[in-house]
C-alpha cells in the first residue's frame, strides 16, 4: 500500500517524518506562470514507483524526484527559531530529473515535484498523478492575464571558475562556452536578469594573499610600458547574455573585497610573457594601479558603447566595506566615478554613512539593515547571505521553511525595490576559495556558511544544470512580486496593499510577517482574484 500526499511548493518532506501540512490540490496562475507542486509519498513495503500522468495539463508538466542532501551545518548557533531543524542531516533540496522508476524502502516518505508552466491562454488544467495504483488530482485555473515581464533587477553571482572546475575545462575555451550558456539560461529561466560579469578574475571569496582559477574577459597587453586591451571575450559573453534573457550587466569589482585595499587579479601579456600583472601585492593606491585603471577606464567605455550595453552596465567598487574601511572606499569610489562616468556605482554596504556621505549612488544594504535606507534612498537595494540568519529575515538555507524564502517577494514589491543581489549562484567552492567541492556531499563551503548559502543549481551531466527546490520557490517570489506589480496596475498600490495586508495585526516589514505558508498562499490566491475581477 502507498500513501499519497498532496502538497505545495512550500513544504519540505523528509524521509523520518510524515508532512502534517494542509494538502495542496490546486490554485490559480497567470498565463506564462510556472506554479509547483509536490506528492509526498510513502510505502508499507520496498518498492519501485514510477509516476504517470493524464489530464489536460500533463503536457506543460516538468517531473522531478527530490532527493535529500547531507549539510553539516544547516545554521549558525545564535540563529533564530524559525528553522525546520539545526541539526546536521539529510534535507530535501535536488531536484533530479525523472526519467525512470525509483526504489524506495518501506516506512520512508519522499516526494515528487512538479512545476506546470503554460505559455498560452489554456483556461484550466487539471493534472491527475499516479504512483503504483494509488492517484491525486491537481486542478489549476488560469487567469486570462499575462504575467508581466520582471522589472525587477535581480543578481545571483555567477561564478565562472566554479563551473570549469566542475567540469574539468579551462574558462573561456571552445568546450565552455556550450556549459556557460546551459547555465545562464538556467538563471535566465529563473528570474536572473543581471549577471556579474568578469572583466578580471573577481576578487571575491578570496584567502588574502590565494588566488581563485583565472576567469578573465578581458585581454591585456604591456609592451613598451603602453596598454592594449582585446574585448573579443567580453564581446562573445554580451551576446551570449542577451540570446539567453540577461538584460543588464554588473561589471566585477575593481578592488579587493572587505575593504578595498588591494587590486583584484588581473592577468596580462608582458613584454611576450604572459603573467600576473596585479593581485594581493598591489597597493589600490598605487601610481601604477591607478595608471592602469585609467587606461583601462578610457579604452573600456567606448566599446561598451559600441556594443549597446552602456546604459544597462553598473560598476563595483569593493564588496561588503565596513566603517573602519570608509576612508579608503572614499577615495577609490571617487576615482572609479571619475574613470567610468555614466555608469551607475553599486555595492553590497549596510552602513548609512556611505550613502549620506555620497560615496555610492546605489548602496545594497542586507535585508536585517535596509530599514535605515528605506525612504531615504531614491533607489531602494538590498541583499542576503550567511549573515541574515537571525531576527526572522527572509533566506534559503535548507534548514529554513520555504514560506522564509518565498516572502521576500511580497517585501520587494511593498518597499518598491529596484534590485535584489545574492551572492552564489554556483560557488562551488569552499570558505576563501582554498579549494573545490563536491556540492553533493559538501553544502556549507566547509562549514563556513548554512547550507543553501552559497549555491542554488548543483553541476549535472552533458555541462546542464540540476535544479534545487529553492531555485524554484525563490522563482515563485519573483513572480510574486509581478503579479502585484500587474495588481498595482489595475487597482492602485494602496489599494493593492491593503489587500496584501489584509486581516494582519501589523504591517509587513523585512522582519515581520506571518510565519504560515497558508497565508502565503492565501495571499496569492487574493492577488489572483482582484487581478481577475479588474
Known amino acids: ?91 530535501p533540496d535536488l531536484l533530479r530529473p525523472v526519467t525512470g522508476p525509483k526504489q524506495i524502502r518501506a516506512g520512508e516518505w519522499h516526494s515528487l515535484w512538479m512545476s506546470l508552466r503554460c505559455s498560452e491562454p489554456i483556461g484550466s488544467a487539471d493534472i491527475t498523478v499516479a504512483l503504483n495504483g494509488q492517484s491525486v488530482s491537481f486542478q489549476f485555473t488560469q487567469i486570462p492575464q499575462e504575467l508581466p ?24 575555451c571552445e568546450q565552455y562556452w556550450p556549459i556557460l550558456e546551459n547555465y545562464i539560461r538556467c538563471a535566465a529561466e529563473h528570474g536572473v536578469n543581471f549577471l556579474l560579469t568578469p572583466l ?3 576578487p571575491l571569496d578570496t584567502m588574502p594573499g590565494g588566488e581563485r ?77 591607478t595608471n592602469f585603471l585609467t587606461r583601462f577606464a578610457a579604452a573600456l567605455l567606448p566599446f561598451l558603447e559600441a556594443q549597446g550595453v552602456k546604459d544597462r552596465c553598473y560598476v563595483h567598487v569593493s564588496d561588503e566595506p565596513g566603517m573602519k574601511d570608509i576612508e579608503t572606499y572614499a ?21 548609512f554613512e556611505f550613502y549620506q556621505q555620497g560615496l ?40 529554513m521553511p520555504s514560506y522564509r524564502t518565498r516572502v521576500l517577494g511580497l517585501q520587494l514589491w511593498k518597499f518598491h525595490c529596484a534590485g535584489f543581489l545574492q551572492w552564489g549562484y554556483n560557488f562551488w567552492n569552499n570558505q576563501l576559495s582554498r579549494n573545490a567541492i563536491d556540492p553533493f556531499t559538501c553544502t556549507d563551503a566547509g562549514e563556513a556558511f548554512p547550507s543553501g548559502c552559497s549555491f542554488i543549481v548543483y553541476p549535472g551531466e552533458g555541462g546542464r544544470p540540476l535544479y534545487s527546490l529553492r531555485l524554484k ?62
Open 331 to 351: 577615495r577609490h569610489a571617487a576615482l572609479i566615478k571619475e574613470l567610468f562616468p555614466g555608469l551607475p556605482m553599486i555595492d553590497a554596504l549596510s552602513d
Open 473 to 534: 520557490v525563490f522563482h515563485d517570489a519573483l513572480q510574486d512580486v509581478r503579479a502585484l506589480r500587474l495588481l498595482e496596475e489595475r487597482i492602485g498600490y494602496e489599494a493593492a496593499l491593503a489587500l496584501l495586508e489584509e486581516g494582519l495585526d501589523a504591517p509587513i516589514t523585512f522582519s515581520q510577517y506571518p510565519r504560515s505558508a497558508a497565508w502565503l498562499l492565501g495571499v496569492r490566491e487574493r492577488v489572483n482574484q482582484a487581478i481577475s475581477r479588474a
Open 149 to 172: 515581464a520582471q522589472t525587477l533587477l535581480y543578481t545571483n553571482w555567477f561564478h565562472c571558475d566554479c563551473l570549469a572546475n566542475a567540469y574539468s575545462v579551462e574558462p573561456f
Open 200 to 202: 578580471f578574475t573577481p
Open 1 to 91: 500500500m502507498i500513501t499519497l500526499i498532496p502538497l505545495s511548493s512550500l513544504e519540505k518532506v523528509f524521509h523520518d517524518e510524515a508532512p502534517y501540512a494542509e494538502p495542496f490540490t490546486g490554485c490559480g496562475m497567470l498565463v506564462g506562470e510556472e506554479v509547483s507542486f509536490q506528492i509526498a509519498f510513502c510505502s508499507d513495503d520496498d518498492t519501485e514507483v514510477t509516476p504517470l500522468l493524464s489530464g489536460s495539463g500533463s503536457g506543460y508538466c516538468q517531473c522531478y524526484w527530490v532527493e535529500e542532501i547531507p549539510s553539516g551545518l544547516p545554521c549558525y548557533p545564535d540563529s533564530d527559531d524559525d528553522y525546520l531543524r539545526k541539526t546536521p542531516g539529510l534535507f
Open 213 to 289: 582559477l583565472t576567469n578573465q574577459l578581458v585581454g591585456v597587453s604591456l609592451e613598451g610600458g603602453h596598454y592594449s586591451f582585446d574585448f573579443t571575450l567580453l564581446g562573445r559573453w554580451f551576446e551570449l547574455c542577451e540570446a539567453c534573457g540577461i538584460k543588464a550587466f554588473e561589471l566585477s569589482h575593481l578592488f579587493t573585497q572587505w575593504g578595498a585595499l588591494r587590486a583584484p587579479k588581473i592577468m596580462a601579456t608582458v613584454d611576450g610573457e604572459y603573467r600576473l600583472l596585479y593581485g594581493w601585492e598591489t597597493d589600490a593606491d598605487s601610481a601604477e594601479y
Open 360 to 399: 555610492i549612488e546605489r548602496p545594497i544594504p542586507s535585508n536585517d539593515h535596509v530599514g535605515a535606507f528605506i525612504g531615504q534612498v531614491p533607489e531602494l537595494w538590498t541583499y542576503y547571505c550567511c549573515g541574515q540568519h537571525k531576527g526572522g529575515v527572509s533566506n534559503r538555507f535548507f534548514a
